[in-house]
T-cell receptor
Framework: DTEVTQTPKHLVMGMTNKKSLKCEQHMGHRAMYWYKQKAKKPPELMFVYSYEKLSINESVPSRFSPECPNSSLLNLHLHALQPEDSALYLC?????????????FGPGTRLTVT | GQQLNQSPQSMFIQEGEDVSMNCTSSSIFNTWLWYKQDPGEGPVLLIALYKAGELTSNGRLTAQFGITRKDSFLNISASIPSDVGIYFCAGQPAPVPSGNTGKLIFGQGTTLQVKP
């Protein structure tokens, strides 16, 4: 099973709303990632979790709050977002010790902030 | 920061033609990866390369890790309509910073369109 699942597939939220994006993998990967992607651009790394601990935060605004409840799940909590935060949000996972750079991506959540 | 220069930016080809694209850097990379992304979907890993000079195939796709470790190439033979999409190269630069688990540098992508 090389599948990373993400829910919801689409999300429309107002600037005062609080919402969460969810990601799940069952490949035994111990590294999980959040990326933001604008149209026709490469993914931009936001956060990395290694062994359920936050290891990289790419200076992401605090209105984005990641959480890794266990080795299979990754959440991204959203609050007070801006219209420019509208994008495709991608989750990915990989091994840590063996081939750590082979990242497997989910289908993404298309987020629109109104 | 480090950058990957991916070219061409876009290609419009006839079905059945072969396709070549490449990625270059001014610094050395330890790992090269090639991804394909369909509209509205996440990137799919096509090929991973770990050794200088390595040549790896995946069906009609062939990728190479350049001898200088500063470039990589992806070739697609006998293109078909479902090859349409954006192809991204990605790499892990050397040396690997401490605690920098899995942080990849992405190229800007090559958009491929195939005319039936």
């Amino acid at each position: 099973d090389t599948e990373v699942t993400q829910t919801p597939k689409h999300l429309v939220m107002g600037m005062t709303n609080k919402k969460s994006l969810k990601c799940e993998q069952h490949m035994g990967h111990r590294a999980m990632y959040w990326y933001k992607q604008k149209a026709k651009k490469p993914p931009e790394l936001m956060f990395v979790y290694s062994y359920e601990k936050l290891s990289i935060n790419e200076s992401v605004p605090s209105r984005f709050s990641p959480e890794c409840p266990n080795s299979s799940l990754l959440n991204l909590h959203l609050h007070a977002l801006q219209p420019e935060d509208s994008a495709l949000y991608l989750c990915a996972s990989s091994h840590i010790a063996e081939r750590p750079y082979e990242q497997y991506f989910g289908p993404g959540t298309r987020l629109t902030v109104t | 920061g480090q950058q990957l220069n991916q070219s061409p930016q876009s290609m419009f080809i006839q079905e059945g033609e072969d396709v070549s694209m490449n990625c270059t850097s001014s610094s050395i990379f330890n790992t090269w990866l090639w991804y394909k992304q369909d509209p509205g979907e996440g990137p799919v890993l096509l090929i991973a390369l770990y050794k200088a000079g390595e040549l790896t195939s995946n069906g009609r796709l062939t990728a190479q890790f350049g001898i200088t470790r500063k470039d990589s190439f992806l070739n697609i033979s006998a293109s078909i309509p479902s090859d349409v999409g954006i192809y991204f190269c990605a790499g892990q630069p050397a040396p690997v910073p401490s605690g920098n688990t899995g942080k990849l540098i992405f190229g800007q992508g090559t958009t491929l369109q195939v005319k039936p």
